[in-house]
């Protein structure tokens, strides 16, 4: 399954997450902005700066000589990330807020000036060589997961849907066939489906031929079904809350191979 490099799509989806991120932070409350997020180590206010920090990097900028937590250090991204974050630990959450402001609105007019030619030129990405246009809609998904994040331990509504929300999963659905198939190890022949309930409905099927993929339809009944809200699955394969809770009491509903669906919900975090 592949997205569909529509510029206007991605980079409309863009501006509303990044606008939705900044309504919401406006009203936030010190306390609050000092909250744990559900992003080990970091609160609401790191979240923020580690897509201030994102974006500069995008425009180039190299991360601040910080000393900074390397305990739950796994790669080089990571590493920088923590040196965006750590340097913004001393500004207020309202400080910044004004920082992300100021980013976004001049990464937005970065964005709409290049060519067709320069957006589609291929790079590095967290998902591999692709497009810069590509690499854009991979920001639309880390910039609403960053905000869920913000949400759940504060006790906000979480996401309605939308335009952002429906690309976080066609984000995902991408990489299912990996998910699936390698971190939760269905086995070869099996055939999974995933049916989300909303506020994003979607169904989501992958089969196991030597290699999981992602297809259209099935060929007969799935092995095995899960059925979750669109929230949840993207907390679950971001890593960002335990699935036992959920299957207990039945947010995350199994059916058909109920092992094998149990084996998959617990194993389907990916994300670095």
Not at 2 to 29: H, K, N, T, Y
Not at 127 to 146: A, C, I, K, Q, T
Not at 251 to 272: K, M, W, Y
Request: hydrophobic content about 40%; aromatic content about 6%; proline content about 7%.
């Amino acid at each position: 399954m592949g997205i569909d490099l529509d510029r206007d799509q991605i980079l409309g989806g863009l501006a509303e997450i990044w606008a939705e991120w900044a309504d919401w932070a406006d009203a936030l409350s010190s306390e609050e902005w000092a909250t744990p997020s559900r992003c080990p180590g970091w609160t609401v206010q790191d979240n923020l700066a580690h897509i201030v920090g994102t974006e500069r990097m995008l425009q180039g900028e190299q991360p601040p000589e910080v000393d900074f937590p390397t305990g739950h250090i796994k790669n080089p991204i990571a590493e920088g990330n923590e040196r965006w974050v750590e340097s913004m630990r001393p500004l207020s959450g309202p400080e910044v807020l004004e920082l992300f402001r100021e980013i976004s609105s001049k990464r937005l007019r970065q964005l709409h000036a290049m060519t067709d030619k320069e957006i589609l030129t291929v790079g590095w990405s967290p998902v591999g060589e692709v497009p810069y246009l590509r690499f854009m809609h991979v920001r639309v998904y880390d910039s609403w997961l960053h905000l869920e994040d913000c949400r759940a331990p504060l006790g906000h509504q979480p996401s309605v849907g939308g335009r952002p929300a429906e690309m976080a999963v066609a984000e995902v659905a991408t990489a299912a066939g990996f998910v699936i198939g390698k971190k939760a190890g269905a086995p070869e022949g099996s055939q999974v489906e995933v049916v989300l309930t909303g506020p994003v409905d979607s169904t989501i099927r992958v089969v196991v031929d030597k290699r999981a993929a992602v297809v259209d339809a099935l060929d007969g009944e799935p092995t095995v079904r899960l059925t979750m809200s669109s929230n949840d699955w993207l907390a679950l394969t971001g890593g960002r809350i335990d699935p036992q809770p959920l299957l207990a009491d039945g947010r995350v509903a199994v059916s058909r191979d109920v092992s094998l669906g149990t084996q998959i919900a617990t194993r389907l975090a990916f994300t670095i």
